[in-house]
């Protein structure tokens, strides 16, 4: 974690409860970057302290999963991110663009995954191959929208392997933060109500096809 000091850093903002988490300590600014100092005093910024993916109290950086799965030859752009478990808390998945003229499984690649990435919990549960990955508007990669695609994937997951159909469509909310959005009979509401809410931190918005 990277901290700053000095006289350009402010003392605080005006509401103590914004205050929660942004000291390191006395005096130092969490800037929410993860870095770290080379032999010649260079600072290396590595990533963001939001993107760490936490598994099992297990802090692992996004960074050394895409840098290990860019080693592999058919490998074009890798971003990864955290998807919602039950007992972990948090799972690694990752989303993958191929190289033209390459093609490879997403189990191919997960198997070549498993000797490339240093760490054991690091190794990813699922890799999706895409097409495209989703971009900000500054051609940075949209990882709000693959960590929402991965919260998708995993709620259908879970529901169909309790036999409930429904649709899930998870997306911000301006007052609720990330929402899952659930389309299904009324009849099956309470039964999904019952499969998700307090395994999964999301709240849920219901609607029901006509």
Same mark, same amino acid.
């Given at each position: ?37 080379? +032999? ?52 690694? @998945? ?32 699922? /890799?999706?191959?895409?097409? +495209?990955?989703?971009?900000?508007? /500054?051609?940075?990669? +949209? ?24 649709? @899930?469509? @998870?997306?911000?909310? /301006? ?6 959005? @659930?389309?299904?009979? +009324? ?24």
């Amino acid at each position: 974690m990277i901290g700053i000091h000095g006289p350009n850093v402010f003392p605080g903002y005006l509401r103590e409860h914004d205050n929660r988490d942004i000291w390191l300590k006395p005096g130092w600014l969490n800037t929410g970057d993860l870095g770290y100092l080379d +032999a010649d005093g260079y600072l290396h910024l590595t990533g963001r302290a939001k993107e760490l993916i936490i598994r099992g109290g297990h802090n692992i950086d996004p960074a050394m999963i895409e840098d290990a799965l860019l080693q592999h030859p058919a490998v074009a752009m890798v971003a990864a991110v955290s998807q919602p478990d039950v007992h972990a808390g948090e799972l690694p @998945v990752a989303y993958v663009t191929l190289k033209p003229g390459h093609v490879l499984s997403a189990d191919e690649l997960l198997a070549a995954a498993r000797t490339l990435v240093p760490e054991r919990a690091a190794v990813p549960a699922r /890799i999706e191959i895409l097409q +495209a990955l989703p971009l900000t508007q /500054i051609g940075k990669v +949209a990882r709000a929208e693959l960590r929402m695609r991965a919260v998708e994937e995993v709620f259908h997951e879970h529901l169909a392997q309790a036999g409930v159909a429904a649709s @899930v469509r @998870v997306g911000p909310d /301006i007052r609720r933060g990330t929402v899952a959005f @659930v389309q299904c009979a +009324a009849a099956d509401a309470e039964r999904v109500r019952d499969l998700l809410v307090g395994r999964f931190p999301f709240p849920l918005d219901f609607t029901h096809p006509a």
